[in-house]
């Protein structure tokens, strides 16, 4: 079975500091690996993927993440972060050949001024 | 451009009633999923379609039906409301998953219905 963990519930960050969010996974042969975004009453947005290919993967709103496949994890970061940034994100984690995405219990995000 | 609509986004149901939630995406995409979400609990699937006609189960599908009649529309329905359903429901859709081309498309979520049971 796969699953996808991420430690830590909330995150507080000073605003234009870095964020890190952090994500591991467990998944048989090669992951797609996901990262969606969402904000108060409202869906996930999508911010990046790993599929193949570099380890750096870079997306939406300046939002990087860095696929190490001896650690099995999949950070999520931002070198400088914004209050408007504030949310809760969640990663996901399939087979390349499935069809069922499994989700982390998301974490939520605070970045104040 | 509407990418995936829920109907209702609220809804209030008593123990033991029953009610369809309507998920539709006018993408033209194969695959449509239903999770629901609850603290720290992350999304989970509850059912799944690979197209019109094809439904199977995900993680948590007792108590809940899913039927695909077309490619446009996937509901979900619950035949006994349970307090133990009370949750926020999410619909997302993507293109065919599998070894394709198409097959690393991130899914498009809805903006989600949240149910109480009482």
């Known amino acids: 079975a796969q699953s996808v963990a991420q430690p830590e519930d909330q995150v507080n960050v000073a605003e234009g500091n870095p964020l890190t969010v952090k994500c591991t996974y467990s998944?048989?042969?090669?992951?797609?690996l996901f990262w969606y975004v969402q904000y108060p009453n409202r869906g996930l947005q999508f911010l990046l993927k790993?599929?193949?290919?570099?380890?750096l993967v870079k997306g939406s709103y300046g939002f990087e993440a860095e696929f190490n496949k001896s650690q099995t994890s999949f950070h999520l970061k931002k070198p400088s972060a914004l209050v408007s940034d504030s949310a809760l994100y969640f990663c996901?984690?399939?087979?390349?050949?499935?069809?069922?995405?499994?989700f982390g219990g998301g974490t939520r995000v605070l970045v104040k001024p | 451009n509407a990418g995936v609509t829920q109907t209702p986004k609220f809804q209030v149901l008593k123990t033991g009633q029953s009610m369809t939630l309507q998920c539709a995406q006018d993408?033209?995409?194969?695959?449509m999923s239903w999770y629901r979400q609850d603290p720290g609990m992350g999304l989970r699937l509850i059912h799944y379609?690979?197209?019109?006609?094809?439904?199977d189960q995900g993680e948590v599908p007792n108590g809940y039906n899913v039927s695909r009649s077309t490619t446009e529309d996937f509901p979900l329905r619950l035949l006994s409301a349970a307090p133990s359903q009370t949750s926020v429901y999410f619909c997302?859709?993507?293109?065919?998953?599998?070894?394709?081309?198409?097959?690393?498309?991130?899914?498009?979520f809805g903006d989600g219905t949240r149910l109480s049971i009482l």
């Open positions: 997302a859709s993507s293109p065919q998953t599998g070894q394709g081309r198409t097959g690393n498309q991130p899914q498009h």
């Open positions: 379609s690979v197209g019109a006609g094809i439904t």
């Open positions: 790993y599929i193949t290919g570099d380890n």
């Open positions: 993408m033209n995409h194969e695959y």
């Open positions: 996901a984690a399939r087979r390349a050949a499935g069809n069922k995405l499994t």
């Open positions: 998944v048989s042969g090669n992951p797609y």
